[in-house]
Every structure is written in C-alpha cells, then in structure tokens.
C-alpha cells in the first residue's frame, strides 16, 4: 500500500487508469443492452406495440387490456372495444383483478375493489418465423364471484407448443346483474345479465385480431374453463355473438352448465336491487351506478345470490356435444 500521495505515479497510476475505462465499458455495453428489447418479446398488435419478457422458456406479455374499462356509464354495458395506444406499452406484469372478495381457495389474493380489470396475459413459444401455434384461450373459474386470468400455470402447455391466453372477466353482480332496467338499456331492450360473458367475447374478438402477431393461429382456436369458466363456455357455444370466434372447446369440472334462464336472473337481480337500496330509486340503474365496488361486494354477501350466466329472453339456437372420433374430448358443431 503506497504511504503518500506521491506514490499514486507510474504503473499503478497507469493500471487504475484501465481498470476505470474497463468499468466504463461495461456500463455502457449494460445500458445499451439495457435500452434494446430482448428479441421475440417487442410485439407489434393492432392497437400497438407491446413489451413483454422471457419467463420460465416461455414469452410473457402481460396486463394486455382487450376492452375499454368498464367504469361510469360503462358499468353494466357490453364492454367497448380497447383504444389504440401510442408508443410502446409495457406487458411485463398482469392487469388489476376484478371486483371480488379474498377467498380461501386463493391464498396470497387479496379483496379487489378495481373495475378497470378487462386485461388479458399471453404466453408463447419462441418467436419462429412462418410457424403458426394452436391457440388456447383459458377462462378461469371460481363460481363467478372470485379468480382472474392468473389462476392457471399455463408453462408446460407453452412448452407443448400452443399459445396460452388467460382473461380476466366481470365477475359477480358487476358481470351478471339481470334487471329490467338494464334490460330497457340492452340492444333488443330484453338482455341483462351476460356483461361477463360479453367480456369474453371481446377477448375472442381481440385474440383473433391479434394472435398471429404472437405466432398464434387465429383458425386454430380452443376455448377451455373449469368450474364457472367452463359454465361459460357452454354460453359461449350457444351465442351468436360468438360464432366464428373458436373452434373447439374443452369444459372442466361443471356438470349441468349451470346457466339459468332471464326470468330467474331477473328475479335474484331484484333481490340484489332491495339489498343494495335501489328498488324505490327514480332511477334503478343510475342509482346501482352510482354505489362504490365494496358496497357492491358486501350486497352480493349479504343477497346470497348466486350468480349464473343468463340466457337471453329470446331462445338461443339449441347446441349439441359429439365426441371427437379422434381424442378422448368433447367437440362441438
């Protein structure tokens, strides 16, 4: 060790003087790969460019919104499609849940009071040119109060070679509230109770505007759900609306479908109504417009209702399941 200042010449001045360049260096080579997207994970959709990362082998694009918050006057309406957005916009990290409260069947989850929560996640093989991957569009359970698109692990069905996409929905009186009220506010002045499930129409629509940009194949889409997830599907496969959106469907851990007919949702809407204060309202839709999420989600635990996808008050065309000659699965005309 030098024992003055004097001593800081010659070589060792010289050697310090390197290792101060060197450092420079690689500082700068950090930032500049700092400042360049990692390759594959810089996606170019219709509404814009999204940032994603790699995680776990896989390309994760995450908190993706595929429709306008449904906030305001957007609460019980069919859901908007997303803006475009300038630049590009950061997918590192899942979108907000929607309103629920904490479950035990979801540790680490807290209570949401967030409405802004129509955001979906992405999962995809490496980027390969001119390779087209299966789709699977995941749609989570949770008897139609509780969960969010980050419910499933989708890894290995990545590493299997598909596209996962998971989606979060309106959940509770938020996605199912059938009122006539609302029904007056509907495009044939007889529909409420489906926002939820329009939801996942959205996410359809936008995944198969979308998908191939993430190496997907918009003609080789599978829906799939367990418990309520899959309760949907079976609404799904009878709406209209949805025609053309999939092509196949694999429903887990439902039995009967569970969906219940406009006359019965209407009526446990109305009990929903009296418990959150709003049957003598001048307005019954303003004023359920006008209570706050947790008001919302302490009236669905004091009704006790539960929430079911509603069929609309016209019949929707009949559907019938055939198994696959070729899988141990169920496959739909």
Known sequence: MPDSPRAWNGPMLRSAGLVVEAAATL???????AATPEPGVQIQTADGTLAGAWRRDCRAFEGIPYAEPPVGELRWRPPRTSRPWAGVREAKRPGKECVQQAIFWRPGSAASWNEDCLYLNIYAPSSEPDVKHPVLVWFHGGGWINGAGTDVQPTWL??????VVTVNYRLGALGYLA???????????????QYGDLDKIEALRWVQNNVSAFGGDPARVTIAGQSAGAGSECWLMASPAAKGLFHRAVIQSIGDCANIDHEEASQRGERFARTIGCTNAPDIAGCLRGKSPAQIIDAQAEAG?????????RPSPRWRPRRSPRANSIAFR
């Open 27 to 33: 500082a700068l080579a950090w930032f500049n790969n």
């Open 158 to 163: 990545v590493r299997e070679g598909n596209v």
């Open 305 to 313: 209702i539960a929430w079911r996808p509603a069929r609309a008050a």
């Open 179 to 193: 009122l006539p009220a609302l029904d007056a506010e509907s495009t044939d002045e007889q529909s409420s109770g």
